[in-house]
C-alpha cells in the first residue's frame, strides 16, 4: 500500500496576486516605506514625532514639519538601482517559485532586461538570503560534498579543480546548513561542526575518518558504512543530508551547467534558504521578501 503524501502547508501566492499586489513601482516604494518605517517617525531634522509624505516624482519621503527626507530603498539592493522597483520585485518573486534556480539568462528572457543586468540582480538577491541559525540539535546528518565542472578523473574526495563543501541535516528540525571549505581537513571541518552542532548531539555520517574525532568533542556518533554497500542500518543514514546534495546539483547542472568557486556559497544559500522555508505557511515570495523587511499585512495570517 502506497504512503498518502502530505500536502504543504503553504499557501499559494500566483503571479495574479503579485501583479495585484505590485501593480506599479509607486506601490512597491510604498509598501517599503510602510514596511521599514513606522506610520510616526522621530524626525532626525527637527526631532519632533511627524508623518512623511511622498515628494512627487521622487523615490523619497519629506517630513511634514522640516522637510528632512528618508528614502525607503536606503540600504537595500534596491538603492541608486536604475531598473523599476516592479521588476525588482518580480524576479524576486520568480526566484521564490522554482524549486532547482532560475537562471540569469531566462529573467533576461523574461523581463527584457540586459543578461548583465538580470545577473547582478540575481546575485544581489542571493546575498541577503544567508541565515544566522541556532546552533542544531537533535538527530543530525553531517557529509561533505564536491561542486565543480564536469572532469574526468577521480571523483569525489580528492578530486582535482573541486570546491568542497560540508553539510549538516537537522532531522529534528527539518533544515540544512551547508558551508563552502578549502579543504575536509580535521582542522577545518571540527571548528564549523562545533559552531552549528550543540554538543551531546546525535550525529550520523558515513565512515571518512575525520568524523572518529567526533566522540572526543562531546558528541554521539554513528556511522553508516558506505564502502560495505550499507546505506541504512535503523536510524543510521545519511540519506537527507544527501538527497539534499542532488537538489542542489542536479539544479546546478540543469540550470546553472557550472558555479564558480567565488559565487558557490552564494548559491548553496539560496538553495539552502528555500529547502529550510519549505514548510512555512507563509508563501515562498513573501518570505524571500522577508529577508529584507517585515510583511505590512497581519502576521496571522500567515502563522
Not at 529534528?172 to 559552531?195: D, F, R, S, Y
Not at 565512515?207 to 562531546?218: D, F
Not at 556559497?265 to 522577508?290: C, G, K, V, W
Request: aromatic share 12%; with cysteine; net charge positive.
Amino acid at each position: 500500500m502506497s504512503k498518502k503524501k502530505t500536502k504543504s502547508p503553504m499557501q499559494k501566492y500566483t503571479i495574479k496576486d503579485f501583479q495585484e499586489d505590485f501593480a506599479t513601482d509607486d506601490v512597491c516604494l510604498e509598501w517599503l516605506r510602510n514596511t521599514r518605517y513606522p506610520e510616526l517617525i522621530e524626525c532626525e531634522g527637527c526631532k519632533r514625532e511627524a508623518k512623511y509624505y511622498r515628494i512627487k516624482e521622487r523615490k523619497v519621503y519629506g517630513c511634514e514639519w522640516c522637510g528632512h527626507q528618508i528614502s525607503p530603498t536606503a540600504g537595500t539592493i534596491f538603492h541608486k538601482s536604475r531598473t523599476p522597483l516592479t521588476l525588482w520585485f518580480y524576479v524576486i518573486y520568480l526566484m521564490a517559485q522554482t524549486r532547482g534556480g532560475i537562471s540569469a539568462k531566462q529573467i533576461e528572457r523574461e523581463t527584457g532586461v540586459t543578461y548583465k543586468t538580470a545577473w547582478r540582480m540575481c546575485k544581489q538577491i542571493r546575498s541577503m538570503l544567508s541565515e544566522d541559525q541556532d546552533p542544531f540539535s537533535g538527530k543530525t546528518e553531517l557529509d561533505e560534498s564536491y561542486f565543480g565542472g564536469r572532469r574526468r578523473g577521480k571523483r569525489g574526495r580528492g578530486a582535482e579543480g573541486k570546491t568542497a563543501v560540508v553539510g549538516m541535516a537537522n532531522r529534528t528540525q527539518g533544515k540544512v546548513e551547508v558551508v563552502a571549505v578549502p579543504n575536509t581537513q580535521t582542522k577545518t571541518l571540527m571548528p564549523i561542526i562545533e559552531n552549528e552542532v550543540v554538543k551531546g548531539t546525535q550525529i550520523y555520517t558515513d565512515e571518512y575518518p575525520v568524523y572518529n574525532r567526533l566522540p572526543y568533542l562531546g558528541y554521539k556518533h554513528d556511522k553508516v558504512l558506505h564502502s560495505h554497500d550499507i546505506y541504512v542500518m535503523g536510524n543510521v543514514h545519511t540519506n537527507t543530508i544527501e538527497d539534499f546534495w542532488s537538489l542542489v546539483k542536479n539544479g546546478i547542472r540543469g540550470v546553472y551547467h557550472s558555479v564558480s568557486p567565488e559565487y558557490l556559497q552564494t548559491y548553496l544559500n539560496e538553495y539552502a534558504f528555500r529547502y529550510n522555508h519549505r514548510n512555512d505557511i507563509r508563501p515562498m515570495f513573501l518570505t524571500f521578501l522577508s529577508r529584507w523587511f517585515r510583511w505590512p499585512r497581519n502576521p496571522a495570517e500567515y502563522l
